[in-house]
T-cell receptor
């Protein structure tokens, strides 16, 4: 089955600890994205990558880092510099270049819920 | 002014009724509009997208786009209790990158 997987489903972090969230897709999509969702707020873009070995900061990149060494994988590290990391983290992917309506649609993985202890 | 605005709700409708969800956006150059459904504790799933002015129907769902008035709506006909969820409106800005701006969502409650 084609899709996007994220792991773990739940993650607990201690103060001062770095943690890495996994995101893998087998949809052959070029672009991948990381969002954060907090209660009462819309999804906010953390980082995005349009192609392997390239990524850009989104709206709230401070305290986060990413890598894109493979087309299928886009892991997100939440560093100790992120002061309020408790949130629901969502990974998405899409075809990067599209001329047909709907091809640029972003599809989401199941999410990782991160809690700071 | 938020870039994408939705009434947070909850919007309560009886089973079998039509639910109407609205979304306004500020960037007049926006080109693509998406509706996602999100059940509590789950990730968003795409319902439908719309690019052109007018209506687009898919089963019980109809998306309506009015670029002149800068609003997009989602109608759900014959609402079912299983439609109870938060509905997110997302707008793709007219830039080279496919950045989506999300509204905060409208919570829909369909009572049996």
């Amino acid at each position: 089955d084609g899709g996007i997987t994220q792991s773990p489903k739940y993650l607990f972090r201690k103060e001062g600890q770095n943690v890495t969230l996994s995101c893998e897709q087998n949809l052959n999509h070029d672009a991948m994205y990381w969002y954060r969702q907090d209660p009462g707020q819309g999804l906010r873009l953390i980082y995005y990558s349009q192609i392997v070995n390239d990524f850009q900061k989104g709206d709230i990149a401070e305290g986060y880092s990413v890598s894109r060494e493979k087309k299928e994988s886009f892991p997100l590290t939440v560093t100790s510099a992120q002061k309020n990391p408790t949130a629901f983290y969502l990974c998405a992917s899409s075809i990067r270049r599209s001329r047909l309506a709907g091809e640029d649609t972003q599809y989401f993985g199941p999410g990782t819920r991160l809690t700071v202890l | 002014q938020k870039e994408v605005e939705q009434n947070s709700g909850p919007l309560s409708v009886p089973e079998g009724a039509i639910a109407s969800l609205n979304c306004t956006y500020s960037d007049r150059g926006s080109q693509s509009f998406f509706w996602y459904r999100q059940y509590s504790g789950k990730s968003p799933e795409l319902i439908m997208f719309i690019y052109s002015n007018g209506d687009k129907e898919d089963g019980r769902f109809t998306a309506q786009l009015n670029k002149a008035s800068q609003y997009v709506s989602l109608l759900i006909r014959d609402s079912q209790p299983s439609d109870s969820a938060t509905y997110l409106c997302a707008v793709k800005k007219n830039t080279g990158f496919q950045k989506l701006v999300f509204g905060t969502g409208t919570r829909l409650l369909v009572s049996p």
